[in-house]
């Protein structure tokens, strides 16, 4: 029986006491989809393109010098030229024209404009020709051209209108209202919605789409342009993000990126790496266009915004349509249920700054894998999905759950199902505020209580997180409601297509994740490809399966707008409930919650049968994430010193068991019965011993070491004869880095601010893997220096706090939409006097030079104030803000609080604890609605946003208010007489009654006095 099985810490000795935590919720807002025009014609790209690249002053400003451009027709060149800012000093311009002179003395053919003699070339081109345009980093560039910029409205709302054609009236230049503009509206650092703007007058032939049968206008149709940025491109197509150089060098292209000395001072050899940037980046296009052309999609590559908009362009070309678009009556209460019942995957450190010999495993392309296990296809490929309730069918599946079962893929195939349960100590994934610095929701797997075992606290899972927590804990929760999925009869209109252009598959007949990965991993074998087609196909094939396992179903996309809106929500009740707020979500094209909350459910199973197993053997793991584990094994095995461990070493001192190699190979095995995988394709087991364990050189198993801080931070290394430790680095010992960068990333090299790569993360995980080994230790070189990152003017709200440093400059001169900037963090008693810590964030004109970060000036990006920075002392002053260091983000990297998981007393872990970790005990305080957490994750990451408010949308259920759930429920514990008195005449009896029996609402100064009452008498 599980019961006598389960390893858990109840078993140990002692259940700690549940500690009151509010949780929350994903629900999903019922917010009116976009429909979506399609169409069966084949897009083909136009026969001319146009690329260009600029070059800027150094200055705050980054005005534009000058620019290049190739103009292409039928992959051709048939012109190039240089442009040059209005404003342009006459030395400048002269070295601009010496340059060109001289070119075109030797046979070159190269013009020179001023920006105003440019812009009418790229007109006709690029908006009456309807040319491809191209550039690497876009968005930027359009802004160094245009003459004005404003805040957009309408399809780019929360972005940017840029204004590049002007006229000239009484000596000042203004925006031509009879010229488009250019709509663009930051996603993220790799992406961007670009297109033009209505214009008045437009011409009929602006008014024709391109796939018009009549050649007529078409109502309600605007010629957007095809714009197109090679860094969204590039990721869409690898889902990687690139430098211009990055990509040339991953994409082959002949003539790459070069370096310049100086940036900034027009010069020949500047002139020179400008236009050699253009070239690159125009064979880089031709490279990724030629890459994309092989993809048997209808998209336009300019709407390539992601690998998920090449993913549903599949889906779509094999007749597969949105599940709620051809079922929009599809019970939405049922959508609620399921997108409560979503959390991410299970990432943890086990092992806190310990280090421990490891095998690190992972699961093979772990979502296509559990797709294919619980057949989730059948559902993709039904004309209807119908909803079953079961309860008592899954509670007779889980009372005869075993180890063994889990093994057996028949059972997968039963999981497509949720449940409703009363949560008792059963180890459930749970979203709390587990840090009290951080503030922030995070996902944990816990032991979940209910409060008093309300039935109202009942909450959703799906069938794989209920069947973990059984195999945890051997014990059956109290289940109140269950439904299963039942798919029914298939879509009429299938049809099979070729991934990659290579790889067939039929939707009808095969499993298209299976199919995916199988022929990924077959490609090496199939001799009549190039190296070059089986690099090729690996990646687009990578891409696909990513982008259709799980993303796509999850994708909600969050509306920019400042105004609140009413929203019917669906969430853990079948009724639906209605709120009001600021950004509400609206759910993608493929979104269904129940597959995305199946899916990643049953990828934490996954790594619950592998903790399972590890566990029974009386061994542990010192971190998992997602889909990999470090589990503490040595060749020979035996106990190793880990504070908090239950075992002793010879010793005595407090310690673990490090499993044998060899049963960690056998644990591995026993995964093999869960291969979904043709086996003359994909042999073995689906849990791999990944290359880092091996010697690159040698091939033969070597011993890795792990020390983990807290969820997605930690290091594998090796360890020397002499114990010197040695990170796992790309081509030097490893195939990859294996130090984590995340929650140092967002920050600037600070050895070379100006470099795009974050390697020197390296010298920050090898002070702390020597600290945790007490060996010596050297300080950082750049310990002292701020700690500085760099973001971009991505929207009008971060614009509105440089007004102060705009006012009364032209264009040209002010801080312009996706300048670069500056950001820096302050110490936690560093904020200037009488300023909202909550509501400050630092910026600054960018500057790759550390000697001038402390000598700027520095503005709030929430008031305009502008103040000056310190890295002395603690606390800030009146004008004087108290940064971090490089040092002090090290520090606090280093002890970054593990706070969803407790130490080896129970305690929730803390800064300073160390050793081996358990599980925390959680009792629902409160149950609290919101939206995705992964809102603004990159403002986030380099501590921009200090509000929850900006990331998550929190969907209030007046049922479920603490005044609902908590207040009135104590109030009525309490006998009337002795609220009346302790009330001390400032609310009446009447008053009383009518608020208790919920027949009146509280003023914001009566609930206070209610609460502060309760807590007096020990009752909140």
């Excluded at 979506?36 to 790209?45: A, E, F, L, S």
């Excluded at 995964?671 to 033969?700: A, C, M, Q």
Aim: glycine fraction near 6%; charged fraction near 25%; hydrophobic fraction near 35%.
């Amino acid at each position: 029986m599980l019961l006598a099985e389960a390893q858990t810490e109840t078993l140990v000795g002692h259940r700690e006491k549940p500690l009151p935590l509010a949780v929350a919720i994903r629900v999903f807002p019922a917010l009116k989809r976009a429909e979506q025009r399609r169409t069966n014609k084949v897009w083909r790209p136009p026969r001319a393109m146009l690329v260009f690249d600029t070059e800027t002053r150094t200055d705050e400003a980054q005005r534009l010098t000058f620019g290049s451009y190739r103009f292409f027709v039928d992959n051709e060149l048939h012109e190039e030229g240089l442009f040059y800012a209005d404003d342009l000093p006459a030395k400048d311009r002269k070295t601009l024209e010496g340059y060109v002179a001289e070119k075109n003395r030797r046979g070159t053919h190269l013009l020179l404009l001023n920006r105003r003699k440019f812009l009418k070339k790229f007109y006709k081109a690029v908006y009456k020709g309807r040319a491809l345009l191209v550039g690497f980093n876009l968005p930027f560039d359009l802004s160094r051209i245009a003459i004005a910029g404003r805040s957009a409205r309408g399809r780019f709302a929360g972005g940017f209108s840029l204004a590049l054609w002007s006229y000239i009236k009484n000596g000042s230049e203004k925006p031509d209202p009879h010229r488009p503009s250019v709509g663009v509206k930051h996603i993220d650092s790799k992406r961007a919605l670009k297109g033009f703007t209505a214009r008045f007058g437009a011409d009929l032939s602006d008014l024709i789409p391109e796939d018009s049968a009549t050649g007529e206008p078409e109502k309600g149709y605007k010629f957007r342009g095809h714009l197109l940025d090679l860094r969204t491109l590039a990721f869409a197509l690898t889902d990687r993000a690139y430098s211009l150089d990055s990509a040339c060098r991953a994409f082959g292209v002949e003539h790459g990126k070069q370096h310049v000395a100086r940036h900034g001072i027009v010069t020949y050899d500047y002139i020179d790496y400008n236009r050699r940037d253009v070239q690159a980046t125009a064979e880089l296009a031709f490279k990724l266009l030629a890459e994309y052309a092989k993809h048997p999609i209808n998209l336009q590559p300019t709407k390539a915004f992601s690998p998920a908009s090449i993913g549903k362009s599949y889906l779509h070309g094999m007749g597969i349509t949105p599940i709620l678009e051809r079922q929009s009556d599809f019970p939405e209460a049922y959508l609620g249920f399921a997108q409560t019942a979503f959390f991410g995957g299970r990432t943890s450190a086990h092992i806190r700054k310990v280090p421990v010999p490891v095998v690190y495993v992972d699961f093979l392309s772990m979502y296509p894998t559990v797709n294919s296990l619980m057949d989730l296809r059948q559902f993709l490929i039904a004309r209807e999905v119908r909803v079953k309730h079961c309860k008592t069918e899954i509670e007779q599946f889980l009372r005869g759950l075993t180890p063994e079962i889990l093994f057996c893929q028949k059972t997968w195939k039963r999981f497509s199902a949720f449940v409703k349960l009363i949560p008792n100590g059963d180890l459930l994934p749970s979203r709390g505020k587990y840090n009290a610095v951080s503030n922030d929701w995070q996902v944990a797997l816990n032991y979940l209580y209910a409060s008093d075992h309300a039935r109202s606290e009942a909450l959703w899972f799906s069938l794989p997180d209920v069947a973990a927590s059984v195999l945890l804990t051997g014990k059956i929760p109290v289940i109140v409601d269950a439904f299963k999925l039942v798919p029914y009869r298939k879509l009429a209109n299938l049809k099979s297509i070729r991934l990659g252009g290579e790889v067939g598959v039929n939707p009808l007949t095969q499993d298209l994740f299976r199919t995916v990965i199988e022929q990924r991993k077959s490609l090496p074998k199939r001799k009549e490809l190039s190296k070059e087609d089986v690099d090729r196909l690996d990646k687009a094939l990578k891409v696909l399966a990513n982008a259709t396992s799980y993303g796509i179903f999850a994708e909600m996309n969050r509306q920019e707008t400042e105004k609140r809106v009413k929203v019917r929500c669906q969430g853990i009740d079948p009724e639906p409930y209605e709120c009001s707020v600021i950004h509400p979500e609206k759910p993608g094209e493929f979104c269904f919650p129940p597959l995305a909350s199946l899916i990643t459910g049953a990828a934490r199973l996954m790594l619950a049968l592998l903790e399972h197993s590890v566990s029974r053997l009386g061994g542990t793991y010192a971190m998992e994430d997602t889909d990999s584990m470090a589990i503490v094994a040595t060749k020979q095995g035996g106990i190793i010193p880990c504070k908090g461990g239950k075992l002793r070493t010879a010793n005595r001192e407090e310690g673990i068991k490090a499993l044998t190699w060899k049963r960690v190979d056998q644990i591995v095995a026993k995964f093999e019965t869960l291969n979904p995988y043709d086996r003359k394709v994909i042999s073995g087991s689906v849990l791999k011993i990944e290359d880092d364990n091996l010697d690159p050189k040698t091939g033969k198993r070597r011993q890795l070491w792990c020390v983990a801080i807290s969820a997605k931070r930690y290091a594998l290394f090796l360890r020397h004869e002499n114990g010197e430790p040695v990170l796992l680095r790309e081509r030097i010992n490893n195939k990859k880095d294996r130090w984590s960068r995340h929650g140092l990333g967002h920050l600037l090299n600070p050895a070379d601010p100006e470099a795009s790569d974050r390697n020197w993360t390296a010298a920050v995980w090898d002070l702390i893997v020597r600290k945790s080994l007490g060996l010596k230790v050297k300080n950082l070189p750049f310990a002292h220096l701020p700690a500085i990152g760099r973001t971009t003017v991505s929207s009008p709200s971060l614009m509105k706090c440089l007004e102060s440093l705009n006012a009364g400059k032209p264009y040209a001169e002010q801080i312009k939409p996706f300048n670069f900037l500056q950001t820096c963090q302050m110490s936690p008693f560093g904020h200037p006097d009488g300023v909202d810590p909550e509501k400050c964030h630092l910026i600054s004109t960018y500057d790759p030079d550390p000697r001038k970060w402390l000598e700027k000036e520095w503005i709030d990006q929430y008031t305009g104030k502008r103040f000056r920075i310190t890295t002395r002392g603690h606390y800030g002053s009146r004008d004087i803000a108290r940064v971090k260091t490089y040092g002090d983000v090290v520090t606090e990297y280093e002890f970054h609080q593990e706070s969803k998981c407790a130490d080896a007393l129970g305690n929730p872990c803390g800064r300073r604890t160390v050793g081996l970790l358990q599980r925390r005990h959680i009792e629902i305080d409160q149950i609290k609605c919101i939206g995705k957490e992964s809102n603004s994750l990159e403002n986030v990451e380099a501590g921009m946003v200090h509000s929850e408010q900006n990331v998550y949308t929190e969907y209030a259920d007046p049922k479920r208010s603490k005044w609902i759930t908590k207040i009135q429920p104590a109030l009525k514990k309490i006998p009337l007489h002795v609220l009346v008195n302790a009330c001390e005449k400032r609310l009446s009896r009447r008053e009383l009654i009518e608020l208790r029996a919920g027949r009146s609402k509280p003023h914001r100064k009566t609930k206070e006095l209610l609460v502060s009452i309760l807590k007096g008498l020990g009752l909140l």
